[in-house]
């Protein structure tokens, strides 16, 4: 009689594989029979296989597939120290759709696995999700806890500018522009940094409500005149070039 077993490693993955030849087991009177060698996934293979699940979901437009961030969101719990496990918590960060379980991927990605300079990418996601205090926590943990010079920098950039999407009430500026000239100081090794701090500074100059950068020159006649002589008064900027 041929008998079957399998090994369910969590309530949402069922993985095993057959290996080689049946193996002869014994029935304690002298006989024996045969059954197949359950042989658990590691983690990789286990990462692969949800992967390779996802994708035959989505191809065939399963109504399943909201169900897989979570999957990965599982598979980095149960193997918090292994490498798959930044991985996992990435795909999370990057494809669910639910604001949550992002928050929670990032929250475990921070705790256990904050030593890793691929964290700057992970600063630019956080940097397009809606203003949120839990953002903007996470967006300071990652500035003030990594070792790396270049994630810390970028961490600040995205944090002045996930500040900056704030509603106009709660809009810090000042903290925005200090975090800002902070890059500008003190990241100045990094062009592209320093470029984009310089950029938003800039803005935040020509914003709605704010009084205009003063400008000089002359008019049609000749007549030097400054920005400010028109204060109070309807003023049209025709700004031209000739090249």
């Known amino acids: 009689m041929r008998c079957f077993g399998f090994l369910i490693l969590s309530p949402l993955l069922l993985v095993g594989c057959y290996s080689g ?13 045969s059954a ?11 990462f692969e296989k949800l992967n390779d699940d996802y994708a035959v979901a989505v191809r065939n437009d399963a109504n399943d597939v909201s169900i897989y961030p979570q999957k990965f969101l599982n598979l980095a719990k149960e193997h918090p120290k292994d490498r798959i496990a930044f991985g996992a918590l990435n795909w ?12 929670e991927a990032v929250d475990q990605l921070l705790d256990k696995h904050i030593d890793q300079s691929a964290i700057a990418q992970i600063c630019e996601v956080i940097q ?6 839990r953002s903007k926590d996470q967006l300071t943990t990652i500035m003030e806890k990594s070792p790396h010079e270049s994630v810390r920098g970028m961490a600040a950039c995205a944090l002045a500018s996930h500040m900056a999407t704030a509603p106009a009430g709660d809009r810090k ?9 902070m890059v500008i100081e003190q990241y100045g090794a990094n062009p592209q940094l320093v470029g984009r701090a310089k950029m938003a500074l800039a ?10 950068p ?5 008019d049609l006649d000749g007549v030097a005149f400054k920005l400010s002589d028109y204060r109070g008064k309807v003023v049209v900027l025709d700004f031209w070039g000739d090249w």
């Open 203 to 212: 803005k935040m100059k020509f914003a709605i409500g704010k009084i205009a």
């Open 173 to 181: 500026e000042q903290e925005i522009r200090d975090l800002y000239e």
């Open 36 to 46: 197949e060698v359950v042989v658990a996934l590691t983690p990789a293979e286990q």
């Open 21 to 33: 030849e049946p193996e002869a087991m014994s029935n304690g009177d002298g006989s024996s029979s």
């Open 92 to 103: 999370v960060i990057v494809m669910s759709k639910d604001p949550q379980q992002k928050a």
């Open 214 to 218: 003063e400008i000089s020159g002359s």
């Open 128 to 133: 397009r999700q809606p203003f949120s205090e």
